[in-house]
């Protein structure tokens, strides 16, 4: 036997969750990706928790709705090998560099928001999860609940996703944001504190 080829029983058993993290990170339920896709809530419902090994037909339907190229959903990485090797994905102008590779928990993203946002409309959105927001470069529009914030690169802003949000590009330079996601409400393990006050005041 080869010891070069993959473990293909360890790579099916990784798109289970591969596809329900990608999903969560859309904000989509089952029933919104059965609508786009064609694929029952049962089937995708099944594939998500590993009980049902996913064929070509429904992987390309996946594939499909969730924009990326079919290995994204099943390649495995090199064993060994703790390099992440970044795939950026376009979402309607946007850049998106993943910089992790294991499904589910806690997800980390780099975003290239372009000038002349098109998503520059707000769309309020709410889903499972819990984000954390970091801004590198350029100024970043976050509406959160009844809040209207602008982010300058250094600033940091967290917020429990059930809450109706949206964050996009007000200017006429590209902005850059690092983001933690996860999508069954983990939480990054960095606290920021409110301006004007120190870290022993903030725990009274």
Do not use: C
Not at 45 to 61: D, F, H, I, V, Y
Not at 90 to 105: F, K, V, W, Y
Not at 133 to 160: K, N, Q, W
Request: charged share 25%; net charge negative.
């Amino acid at each position: 036997m080869n010891d070069d080829l993959p473990d293909l029983d360890g790579v099916l058993d990784a798109v289970g969750p591969r596809l329900k993290a990608l999903r969560q990170q859309r904000g989509a339920t089952l029933a919104q990706l059965s609508e786009s896709t064609g694929i029952s809530v049962s089937t995708l419902s099944r594939l998500e928790a590993g009980q049902r090994k996913p064929t070509l037909e429904l992987m390309l339907l996946l594939a499909r709705a969730h924009q990326l190229p079919l290995d994204e959903l099943v390649d495995a990485p090199a064993t060994g090998d703790p390099r992440v090797h970044l795939r950026p994905l376009d979402r309607n102008g946007t850049t998106i560099i993943p910089l992790t590779r294991r499904p589910g928990g806690i997800q980390a993203f780099k975003h290239v928001i372009p000038p002349g946002d098109p998503a520059a409309v707000p769309n309020l959105q709410v889903h499972e999860g819990y984000e954390w927001l970091y801004v590198l470069s350029g100024r970043l529009r976050l509406l959160l609940g009844e809040h209207d914030v602008i982010l300058t690169p250094g600033e940091v802003a967290e917020f429990d996703t059930h809450v109706p949000h949206w964050f996009g590009n007000p200017g006429p330079q590209p902005v850059e944001i690092l983001s933690l996601f996860g999508p069954q409400g983990e939480r990054a393990h960095v606290r920021t504190v409110p301006r004007g006050t120190t870290p022993d005041s903030d725990r009274r």
